[in-house]
């Protein structure tokens, strides 16, 4: 998402970006590809197939969002119970592990299956960090404790080598 800007505070409009023709077409196009009804599903998959085409020529990324709700084996637009069938799905030992929950998509034409991760991987590198920075505070304050006993030890046996001559 981008942030929206406030006015221009020099007054003057913003000039529209370079690519703006090719943003407008690319958002016409997923737009009447998700706008026809469902017998038109030709025409549909034509839209789809020419916004990628159009996207791969012009070297504009589609955003996640959209490129998710397209099928990459036959280009049809996968709208969640219309045109495909959304499930969940945890292959970690009976569902013990939240995070690895996957989101399975199935084209309803092809049959083909997309599956998304409901975890950002980004989260889980700072998730990892934080769990071993943890582990690492953990084990050092150990230490230091282990330390404090040896040192205490140590001025026992001075004690009783005081007391013994
Ligand atoms: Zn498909």
New binding site residues.
């Given amino acids: 998402m981008k942030k929206a800007k406030g006015p221009a505070s020099s007054g003057k409009p913003n000039p529209p970006p370079p690519q703006a023709a090719i943003f407008s077409r690319l958002s016409f196009l997923h737009q009447a590809s998700s706008i026809l009804p469902s017998p038109s599903v030709g025409l549909s998959r034509y839209y789809t197939s020419h916004l990628l085409s159009v996207s791969k020529k012009s070297v504009q990324r589609l955003s996640p969002a959209v490129k998710h709700t397209i099928?990459k084996?036959?280009s049809?637009l996968l709208l969640p119970g219309k045109t495909s069938t959304t499930r969940v799905e945890n292959k970690s030992k009976n569902g013990r592990k939240p995070w690895a929950d996957v989101v399975v998509v199935t084209?309803g034409?092809?049959?083909?299956v997309r599956r998304f991760p409901t975890v950002d991987k980004q989260e889980m590198k700072e998730r990892k960090i934080m769990k071993r920075k943890e582990k690492d505070i953990s084990v050092s304050s150990r230490e230091q404790e282990t330390g404090k006993e040896e040192e205490e030890h140590k001025e026992k046996k001075e004690d009783t080598d005081m007391t013994g001559t």
């Fill in positions: 099928c084996r036959c049809s084209c034409f092809c049959g083909a």
